[in-house]
């Protein structure tokens, strides 16, 4: 699985939501910025302005191809859950389909909001609800139940997005903006398509018969051949500020 290819693909989703966000926290006028969460840098690559860019993730892989897409960036590895940063020392602190992922996802927006200055800015880019799927042309419907278990089984929360906003107010952060995005492209790119279904085939390989996960891959491919083919995943984003 190219996980880097993964994440361009997840960054083409929220990329005029981020541009819209960062341009509401300032990012051009500000001078440290931190995600959380930073994978392959596929986000950090994106970033406008000038800003001292740092970047965390527990996974060193991840880290290393980070360093080869963002070369300028400050990276650690590190724990979403105690992060590795003095008090009050970024203007930006955000995420990327991360939180869901965290085993407690308060105690993550704490420690960001510990990191972020008076005044600062924190930005949840995208959580989704994979309780809320939908799937159609309706014999493609059970795709959706085996993902959402399967995340469950990988130790994320599939209905987290939902409860984003409760999550930012319970930690103290300032609720600018919050709403829901377009999670997945109704009619992406055969490429983007085969990136997909590389995802839904490594989180169904051992849970579902690869004959079983084979058939719906066709069926899904002939529903968008006809035109036919819905897929939405109610994917949520939060822009808070820390007042103190």
């Not at 740092?54 to 960036?73: E, M, T, W, Y």
């Not at 590895?77 to 407690?104: E, M, R």
Request: hydrophobic share 40%.
């Amino acid at each position: 699985m190219d996980w880097h290819r993964r994440y361009l693909q997840q960054a083409k989703w929220t990329r005029d939501l981020r541009a819209y966000l960062f341009k509401q926290a300032g990012c051009n006028e500000s001078s440290r910025i931190l995600e959380v969460g930073c994978g392959t840098g596929a986000i950090l690559s994106e970033v406008p302005g000038h800003a001292s860019l740092h970047g965390l993730d527990i996974d060193r892989a991840a880290l290393v191809q980070c360093r080869v897409h963002v070369p300028s960036v400050s990276l650690v590895q590190g724990n979403a859950l105690q992060l590795p940063y003095a008090d009050k020392t970024f203007d930006i602190v955000y995420c990327h389909f991360l939180l869901l992922w965290v085993s407690d996802p308060l105690q993550a927006l704490l420690e960001m909001r510990r990191l972020a200055k008076t005044g600062a800015h924190i930005l949840a880019f995208a959580e989704p609800d994979y309780t809320q799927r939908v799937d159609q042309p309706p014999e493609l419907i059970p795709l959706g139940k085996w993902q959402a278990e399967s995340l469950h089984r990988q130790g994320a929360d599939p209905g987290l997005g939902a409860r984003l906003a409760d999550l930012f107010f319970r930690a103290g952060i300032e609720l600018l903006e919050t709403g829901t995005i377009q999670g997945a492209e109704s009619d992406p790119s055969p490429e983007d398509w085969e990136t997909e279904w590389a995802v839904i085939e490594a989180d169904l390989a051992g849970l579902i018969p690869t004959e079983e996960v084979q058939k719906m891959k066709r069926l899904d491919e002939k529903a968008r051949a006809r035109g036919e083919r819905e897929l939405h995943v109610p994917t949520y984003f939060a822009w808070g500020r820390v007042s103190g």
